[in-house]
Antibody
Framework: EMQMVESGGGLIQPGGSLRLSCAAS????????MSWVRQAPGKGLEWVSI???????YYTDSVKGRFTISRDISKNTLWLQMNSLRVEDTAVYFC?????????WGQGTLVTVSS | DIQMTQSPSILSASVEDRVTITCRAS??????LAWYQQKPGKAPQLLIY???SLQIGVPSRFSGSGSGTEFTLTISSLQSDDFATYYC?????????FGQGTKLEIK
């Protein structure tokens, strides 16, 4: 069974950094396209970033230059390094397998950016 | 960026009703469209991909149609478990974008 568990969220001040992890089981992250999707409190869904099985990455404009998606094959884990965090980055962050659509999701981890 | 607009934003219905949610794209996305169901505090669940393909394990009362810029999600006979928020999503081009959501409420 494919499963993903996110961690690393928490309360952080504006301008700070945080690294989210998504530990996968039941499949190899290196063979899948993987995405991060976020949801601000009480709001809709927003795609953040994707990494292809070949390593190509894409980002939504609002996080370009601040967030970096990567993976650790030995740990079978997806990462999201988030720098220069802003109040508007406050959200639950989900990792998901991605064939364009998102077919398997983790439970999410909450990131709160506040002073 | 491709804008996705859902209507209505809130839909009140009763068990066994047939309901339809519409999603419009700001430009043609062929059939690169997915539908999700989300319940409070939970991750979204994929219902439909490629506009009309039913995800494995999803009940057959859910169906999707459309192409180009206009799409619909239909639930043929509402069950109590279906009251949730529904989102459409285009994956024709980056950035992938979602509709704002349709909250399906019990009448």
């Amino acid at each position: 069974e494919m499963q993903m568990v996110e961690s690393g969220g928490g309360l952080i001040q504006p301008g700070g950094s945080l690294r989210l992890s998504c530990a996968a089981s039941g499949f190899a992250v290196s063979y899948k396209y993987m995405s991060w999707v976020r949801q601000a409190p009480g709001k809709g869904l927003e795609w953040v970033s994707i990494i292809y099985s070949g390593g190509t990455t894409y980002y939504t404009d609002s996080v370009k230059g601040r967030f970096t998606i990567s993976r650790d094959i030995s740990k079978n884990t997806l990462w999201l390094q988030m720098n220069s965090l802003r109040v508007e980055d406050t959200a639950v962050y989900f990792c998901a397998t991605s064939e364009g659509y998102f077919d398997n999701w983790g439970q999410g981890t909450l990131v709160t950016v506040s002073s | 960026d491709i804008q996705m607009t859902q209507s209505p934003s809130i839909l009140s219905a009763s068990v066994e009703d047939r309901v339809t949610i519409t999603c419009r794209a700001s430009q043609s996305i062929s059939n690169w469209l997915a539908w999700y169901q989300q319940k409070p505090g939970k991750a979204p669940q994929l219902l439909i991909y490629k506009a009309s393909s039913l995800q494995i394990g999803v009940p057959s009362r859910f169906s999707g149609s459309g192409s180009g810029t206009e799409f619909t999600l239909t639930i043929s006979s509402l069950q109590s478990d279906d009251f949730a928020t529904y989102y459409c999503q285009q994956y024709n081009s980056y950035p992938y974008t979602f509709g704002q959501g349709t909250k399906l409420e019990i009448k």
